[in-house]
């Protein structure tokens, strides 16, 4: 009887990456999600699942409609950023992307987006701190040709991380128990302590002219996460 | 108001695939699915689509359990075709692979697979034509390192197919329509009948030491379907 429970399985799951988009009573909010797969072809219909604490759960569950925008492999990362760790609770998230409003009035988000899709939840599953909502689309549109970004790409080409209220999420402690060596202080790691970001110097942040080899203590001021846009004071050295 | 549809807009989903599994009343039985995605991390629960017309659908709906088995980016075509293409009412498909058995009963696929994990079904939610399945984990194994084997690659650089139980089937007509030109009849391709494999000779079929060039006509008469299996007879020229 195997009943050992070793969670690294879940990592080998695939994933693509997606803006999910809601409206209820006028307010639009989004939230990135990896957690779609298409159900059924007729009609076609798509399971999402979304974090119970979300706004963006808060909302499908008022009105009944979501969007779905499919993220091409050139989204930049403050892009995820802001719909990955900001809370719309907080800040108006559709104010700062475009966008298109079709059958459901759920903005349909086209920044950086290869095609989207939106519908009616028709039927819906409890998986405990999420909820997983089945979707009849209403509509579809490809809006260019392009590779989609997928889960894998994200975290291991941009060095992008899950937030804490994902499935996904793995604690930051374990993940980089098995990475960190002693190192020259010049060369150690920075974590983001609002997304979990970690600057490698190894790396740099090409996406914002910081070239690879460039200690945290050499980059300037005004650099800022490229995921969650925290200042450089929001870091904190990795043990 | 945008109402149209277009359903290219679902291929930019990605997804990994997956044998599930289930046993019911001492029977095994097993397929191929692309839809699993993680639902939540305390307790670890994962969603299976599976289309209610399959044996394995059955299976799970009786004794409420089944295993998920990632597939790596190495696994061979006709493995694939065994649990895709061909259906355990006709075939024991657990008798050609290896797996094991363990807190669930399930026969958790060992073969090509990088992991897995098996749990009992605490949800579902009805998507139509398929159900999708909520599903607490019991067990999970890491078995080895690698690359899993995504949709993406499976169709562009396996040149895989999709059986018609899959929510991602697509009506080979419309697909290869724009593909289709005036082709030298020695180069033109041929659809297998029984899971729609395409055998393009531009491409050949290097995993069975066809190279790229060889007419269908060319091929031998032992070659079958690397996918299901199927033999030249099986196979008609795509219009």
């Known amino acids: 009887m195997e ?4 969670r690294k399985a879940l ?33 076609a219909k798509i399971a999402v699942s979304i974090n119970k604490e979300n706004l963006t759960h808060e909302y499908i ?41 079709g059958a459901t009035g759920c903005p349909c988000v086209t920044d950086h987006a290869l095609s989207y899709m939106e519908g009616k939840v028709v039927a819906s599953a409890d998986g405990g701190t999420h909820t997983v909502f089945i979707v009849e689309l209403a509509a579809a549109a490809v809006l260019k040709k392009g590779t989609p970004l997928t889960y894998a ?26 990475k960190t060596t002693e190192k020259e202080s010049s060369m150690k790691k920075y974590e983001c302590g609002i997304c979990g970001y970690i600057y490698d110097p190894e790396a740099g942040d090409p996406e914002n002219n910081i ?11 005004e650099w800022t996460c490229p995921i969650c846009g925290a200042g450089k004071e929001d870091f904190s050295e990795v043990a």
């Open 153 to 178: 790409y994200y975290q291991e080409v941009k060095n992008g991380k899950a937030p804490k209220t994902a499935p996904t999420y793995k604690e930051a402690a374990a993940e980089n128990a098995s």
């Open 61 to 101: 569950l008022k009105s009944g409609v979501l969007a779905v925008s499919t993220l091409g492999q050139e989204t930049p990362l403050p892009f995820i950023g802001l719909f990955g760790f900001k809370s719309g609770r907080e800040i108006d998230k559709l104010s700062q992307c475009a966008y298109v409003q």
């Open 211 to 221: 070239p690879a080899g460039t200690p945290f203590d050499k980059l300037p001021d």
């Open 3 to 6: 009943t050992t429970m070793d």
């Open 11 to 43: 990592y080998d799951i695939s994933y693509g990456l997606y803006v999910i988009t809601s409206i209820a009573d006028g307010r639009m909010n989004g939230q990135i999600a990896n957690t779609v797969f298409q159900v059924s072809s007729t009609p």
